[in-house]
């Protein structure tokens, strides 16, 4: 830690000013115009710079990678505030007429599944991944290669707005399995919660691309709180979509997964009025509820079938990611 001292300057009336330091100002480029976020803590005043992340064009070389990791590559580059890349890519010459991926199978991201040709071809994979994502349009095309470019400003503005739906879409999310499975097990109602997860990751990757280009704007200390809080809820998403495939499949199902799954359905809704309205209240009930649960678990767990071991197993997971979520929680508090 280094202590500076500054002189205050009087300017007009009623404001009062300091100089900040030079070699700070050029560690964080700061320049005259930028703003700063300045923290009161009794007689303590901290000054944080705007994270404002321009990060330079690059180039993405997916030549000789398999759909699915091209997938993650170009949602990469988008997560992390890349306002422009270009993407070098394979041709192909002949390939299967494409068809829309069903509900229960991302088979087109994985190349040779029953000794086809791959159903998407690189570009068909990436125009599909931008489609997704917030902001960014293809703005040049040649045979191998694309430029992909933000089309406006990334900003905190919308952030709020992106990080409550998470929320509800993950609600909405439970409640169409919790249906099904109450209905006995009611494939119908499942063959499009696809729809939900797609839109749970977009909005996830649009908060993490907001965080990574300018910090958690309520706090920036609390950026890599918030990071991982998003990044927990999308890994609830996957869970649940896992679970949803599983009930699809499953030829096996009694009402004791039922009361699994409701659970953690409940958790879930303790955490968003967790989040929304702290309380050490909250916080409490959240881990009673966890170790109730557990325990319904172990006395349940000889008498599941195998299709419903398998979703417990699922289950488990959300539990575990929703007492993480707690402690991130109670950190953004401190």
């Known amino acids: 830690m280094i202590r500076i001292k500054r002189k205050v300057i009087k300017q007009g009336h009623n404001t009062l000013t ?23 803590e009794g007689d303590i005043l901290t000054i944080f710079p705007h994270k404002n992340v321009q990060l330079p064009q690059i180039t993405l070389d997916v030549r000789g990678l398999s759909p699915i990791v091209i997938w993650r590559f170009v949602a990469s580059a ?24 069903s509900y229960n199978t991302m088979n087109f991201l994985y190349p040779g599944v029953n000794d086809q040709n791959p159903v998407l071809s690189p570009i068909e994979v990436i125009q599909l991944i931008v489609n997704r994502c917030i902001g960014i349009e293809i703005i040049d095309q040649k045979r191998d290669w694309c430029l992909i470019k933000e089309m406006g400003e990334t900003t905190n503005k919308e952030f709020d707005n992106a990080l409550r739906r998470i929320f509800l879409l993950l609600m909405s999310f439970a409640e169409e399995i919790f249906k099904s499975i109450e209905c006995g097990n009611n494939k119908e109602s ?34 890599p709180i918030m990071h991982t809080t998003i990044f927990l809820l999308e890994m609830i998403g996957d869970e ?6 599983h ?22 809704r303790r955490f968003y009025e ?24 172990v ?18 997971k959300i539990g575990v990611y929703i007492t993480s979520l707690t402690e991130l929680r109670i950190d953004l508090e401190r």
């Open 18 to 40: 300091i100089t900040l330091p030079k070699q700070w100002n050029e560690k964080h480029q700061i320049k005259s115009g930028n703003e700063l976020e300045v923290m009161e």
């Open 240 to 245: 649940f979509k896992k679970i949803s495939i």
């Open 247 to 268: 009930l699809l499949e499953a030829e096996n199902t009694t009402k004791k997964l039922e009361n699994l799954f409701n659970i953690q359905n409940q958790q879930l």
């Open 78 to 101: 988008y997560r992390v505030g890349y306002d422009e890349f270009k993407i070098l890519f394979d041709t192909i010459e002949t390939k299967n007429r494409y068809s829309a991926f």
């Open 299 to 316: 006395d349940l767990f000889e008498s599941l079938s195998t299709d419903e071991k398998e979703m417990l197993h699922h289950m488990k």
């Open 190 to 223: 499942l063959k499009s919660v696809h729809l939900i997860d797609t839109n749970i990751d977009r909005f996830t990757d649009f908060c993490l691309r907001v965080l990574n280009k300018k910090g958690y704007e309520k706090d920036s200390r609390k950026t």
């Open 274 to 297: 967790l989040f929304y309205n702290f309380s050490d209240k909250k916080c409490l009930e959240i881990y009673e509820e966890d170790n109730k649960g557990h325990l319904y678990n």
